[in-house]
């Protein structure tokens, strides 16, 4: 088994394997489809108010060739709206606690990235979050609130396991994803619809 849908804490043995294994652990129905509602609403708010600003990828400094590696638009949670989204923060704390004491990774601290891909055909490359030595992203957790969501609106997760065996995950509402951010090759297909996802990023 390379991935698991289970009730989202405790973690079990099981989980805390398959996760140092590279898999991906995907918990359903984590926090209700009313807030996954509101935070998709907030979202789609920021992105009207031009709150959402093009992606870089990072080192490279180059906007185009970054613009041609991911489209979405994306802010961070700050104490600009960290109201809108305490509870989606609340359950990232949950995750380093799980991941702190099922897996003893002594997580400290996580960022909390805003993005929107706007459907028309907006993806992001196969990537990986971190690389050894050149970063101290540890663990990504994902969040994803969309209530629309249907097949064919694309979008979906793809993710590389070791064997180059690969999974596609659909962004649906109140779904939470969590992998190891050195280990995990992913990329985001081409989305046929607005979709949003809430990444954390967790610190040592
Ligand atoms: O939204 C997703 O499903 C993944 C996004 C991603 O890979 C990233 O922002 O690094
Ligand atoms: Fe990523």
Redesign the pocket.
């Known amino acids: 088994m390379i991935s698991a849908q289970v009730d989202w804490c405790p973690w079990t043995d099981e989980m805390v394997q398959l996760l140092g294994d590279g898999g991906v652990l995907i918990f359903d129905s984590v926090l209700g489809l009313g807030t996954a509602a509101s935070t998709f609403n907030t979202v789609l708010k920021l992105a009207q108010d031009g709150n959402l600003k093009h992606a870089g990828v990072g080192r490279s400094g180059n906007l185009r060739q970054d613009a041609a590696i991911r489209q979405d638009l994306i802010t961070w949670v700050d104490e600009t709206n960290a109201h809108e989204f305490s509870r989606v923060t609340a359950l990232f704390e949950g995750v380093r606690t799980a991941a702190n004491e099922h897996c003893w990774m002594g997580l400290k601290r996580f960022d909390t990235?805003v993005?929107l891909y706007s459907g028309n055909g907006a993806h992001?490359d196969r990537?990986r979050?971190a690389f050894h030595g050149k970063s101290s992203r540890t663990l990504t957790a994902?969040y994803y609130p969309n209530v629309h969501w249907e097949p064919t609106h694309g979008g979906q997760?793809r993710v590389f396991f070791a064997d180059e065996k690969v999974e596609d995950i659909e962004?649906v509402a109140d779904r939470l994803v969590v992998f190891l951010s050195e280990v995990l090759d992913?990329q985001?297909l081409p989305t046929h619809a607005p979709r949003a996802?809430l990444?954390a990023w967790f610190y040592p």
């Open positions: 990235q993005a992001y990537h979050d994902i997760l962004p992913h985001v996802a990444t």
